[in-house]
């Protein structure tokens, strides 16, 4: 058994500040392991991402208590019985859908929808097993896998892609969700091609990871749709070419900018009226891919007949339809070619135990990606 420290939720809530109602609550914790195909890696950095606020609010059910935290990366410390592909002193990516590998989504080669995985994430367990985290014998749950906001994670062999140790800990972080979810879904799920026009619409971590990607894709049009101005000049320094204040007439301006429309859109805000402007946005013909996690209580209701004639197509794109074990060392590559620059994604800095104002700062829409240090 070993002890480290973590930041708990206990219960949620949707009291703000976070910073006055401080939902996570920095406890020393105990875990057991690593037991067999496990590995216990002690955490460099980790960054907050916006589905983190949907554990926080209880807009997405998990159990409780838990630990969170999706986006990491950290040095393989001790690896239990049977793992092959890591060695203590090894630097991970740590990766929030695991895959078992012979299950029939692992076999059809799409590891992103492995069906044991995601049935041990909603459990609050690992793949290889039961929670192992726990605070005076009181189990305490995983997040996807992992809890990484935390000194130490113990997670599944099949959740984490080792990488270079020479890559800077707070990039490896960033390749964990933001770059698979954003730039993976241009590259993946939207299938851009060089000269298309692309829209996307939210522009946070993952929406401007989504900007990165379809520069290097070849996009000829990159349309950043956001409802804060701030964000919509991040978006040019990241290489948008044209910005358009979101709302209600954003999409006729997409329209009006575009002649019709654009070949693909993707809504990357997890607001039901974003994925609104993207769907309009899109020409006849044209992809609409839906990347971020709306809230499950506010459905869309389709005009299918105008579906059918407008002869688009809506495509989920989960974690950016990423196999990690192929794509992260893919999206590292051209990270170190200076194609890709990642880091341009990070906003803040500070230490874990600012978790609660980091958090506040997601909320309320004022950062990208904010690394948290143990
Ligand atoms: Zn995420
Ligand atoms: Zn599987």
């Not at 239990?80 to 002193?89: A, I, L, N």
């Not at 270079?164 to 590259?187: K, Q, R, T, Y």
């Not at 522009?203 to 520069?215: D, P, R, T, Y």
């Not at 999206?331 to 906003?347: C, D, M, N, Q, S």
Request: proline content about 5%; hydrophobic content about 45%; charged content about 15%.
């Amino acid at each position: 058994m070993i002890s480290f420290k973590a930041a708990v939720l206990d219960t949620c809530t949707i009291a703000r500040p976070f910073s006055d109602s401080l939902p996570l609550k920095i406890e020393t914790i105990d875990a057991a392991g690593p037991n067999a195909h496990e590995v216990l890696v002690r955490i460099n950095a980790a960054s907050l991402c916006r589905s983190d606020l949907s554990v926080i609010t209880g807009v997405r059910a998990w159990p409780m208590p838990i630990v969170p935290g999706h986006e990491a990366s950290g040095i393989v410390e001790e690896v239990g019985d049977g793992v092959m592909q890591v060695s203590p002193g090894d630097q991970v990516v740590l990766v929030y859908q695991p895959s078992c590998g012979v299950c029939p989504c692992c076999e059809e080669g799409r590891t992103y929808l492995c069906e044991p995985g995601l049935a041990a994430n909603r459990a609050g367990a690992l793949l290889s097993g039961p929670p192992r985290l726990s605070i005076n014998g009181e189990t305490i749950h995983h997040h996807m896998g992992l809890s990484a906001f935390a000194e130490m994670a113990i997670v599944s062999e099949h959740s984490l892609v080792k990488v270079d140790n020479d890559l800077p800990p707070e990039i490896a972080a960033l390749f964990g969700c933001a770059v698979m979810c954003g730039a993976g879904s241009v590259i993946n799920t939207g299938n851009i091609q060089a000269g298309e026009m692309v829209a996307i619409v939210g522009i946070g971590g993952v929406g401007a990871s989504a900007i990165l990607g379809a520069q290097l894709a070849g996009a000829s049009r990159i349309i950043a749709v956001d409802i804060d101005e701030a964000k919509l000049e991040t978006a040019k320094e990241l290489g948008a070419t044209d910005t358009v204040l979101g709302g209600a007439l954003a999409a006729d301006e997409i329209l009006e900018l575009t002649g019709g429309g654009v070949d693909c859109a993707l809504e990357t805000a997890g607001i039901l009226g974003a994925f609104e402007t993207a769907y309009a946005s899109a020409k006849r013909g044209g992809r609409v891919i839906t990347v971020g996690l709306v809230n499950p209580a506010t459905p869309f209701s389709l005009d299918v007949a105008a579906h059918v004639t407008g002869a688009k197509t809506i495509h989920g794109s989960y974690m950016g339809s990423c196999n990690s074990a192929d794509d992260i060392p893919k999206f590292v590559e051209l990270y170190k070619a200076g194609r890709f620059p990642v880091e341009k994604l990070i906003t803040h800095r500070m230490p874990i135990g600012d978790i609660n104002i980091a958090l506040e700062r997601m909320a309320a829409s004022k950062a990208l990606r904010q690394i948290l240090t143990p």
